[in-house]
């Protein structure tokens, strides 16, 4: 995904009121949805990384964020937001001079009502740093809101407007730092769950290890460069082998051929993913809150986040939990799940103004 993708989504042409604003700041890519300034909306998604370097003729210090940042300080830069939240002082400081770095690159206006996804993570502390990010920015002064990430995203997945905020239903998020799931209930969360064990993060290391694997030992890659076949190859019905050519210590290349290091990894995140909704959340579910449950896997389970982009993983996901669980499942996803949470945050922005 580019640094600058928009999407056009919903008409906003009220221009006396705050500007909307949507954000997810995510431990690997953070979204922004705004106005587009023609009756419409954009999404512009950019990595969430920071570096920083010296003015070749002032000495001055400035910072470098996003893909730039990636390539062209590979050694420095810095992914504030590998836990989902900004864990310290350091990481909050450059969590803050990242988010004002975004909304300036975008012109987004002090006045404006800004709502944010925020991760279910059982880390108070984290997420009171992620406020205190947001509410001291330059923007949304108009109002800052913070939903639950599952909630947002899951909104595009019901179509357009806001109804999923008046129905029943269970949210599956595939992101990067957690798998979450969470039923909800006009918009109230129950039994919200998550896991660190199954996530995209894991799925990047496990390709390191299967391609290390797969080469006998000849050919070890970083977790940025799994990242990158994970996201470039990954397929589940359609994958094909990929070659690619790494330098070698003292001189010389090799050749090497990716094949099972990409498609075994993405084959047991499925599984793992079924085995954590099938056999943890949903048995929870049951047991706190059976009616609900009974009426949410009625209705279609949204999932959303950026392991959901993997071609066809949806399609298997509904597959191997329908078969979990012994019964027809129907699975839905947004247009961009990556983007997805941004797209619902800014939807309930409008609603706020």
Known sequence: MSDAESTDTTDFDDQNAPTPVGVKL?????????PDGRGGRERHSTLTCLATYEDAITGEEKALYGHDAAVEYPDSVRFMLRSGLPENDDGVADAEAFFEAVVDAHDVPAESAVVYAVPTID???GVENLKAVIEGSSVGEAAVRSFP???CGAI??????????D??????????TTLEACAYRRGEQLSP???GSVTGNEVDRWIVAAVEEESQGRVH????????????????????????????????SHEFTVDRGVRDPVDRYIDDAVDAVANEFLPELANDHMKPYQLALGRPIAVTGGMACIPGLVEEFEKRLSAELDRDIEVVAPDDPA???????ARIAERLV
């Not at 129905?167 to 990067?176: A, C, D, I, L, R």
């Not at 890659?221 to 210590?249: L, N, S």
């Open 156 to 165: 595009p997945a019901y179509g357009d407007g806001l109804d999923a905020i």
């Open 123 to 125: 880390n108070e502390a």
């Open 193 to 195: 769950f998550s896991t």
């Open 221 to 252: 890659i970083d977790r940025t460069t799994a990242r990158e076949y994970k996201e470039e190859h990954a397929d589940v019905y359609d994958f094909e082998p990929f070659t690619d050519v790494v330098q070698q210590p003292g001189g010389g």
């Open 149 to 151: 990430e599952s909630l």
């Open 167 to 176: 129905e029943v239903f269970v949210s599956v998020n595939m992101g990067s």
């Open 339 to 345: 983007t997805a949470a941004a797209e619902g945050a």
């Open 26 to 34: 995510g431990s690997t890519r953070t979204v922004l949805d705004l």
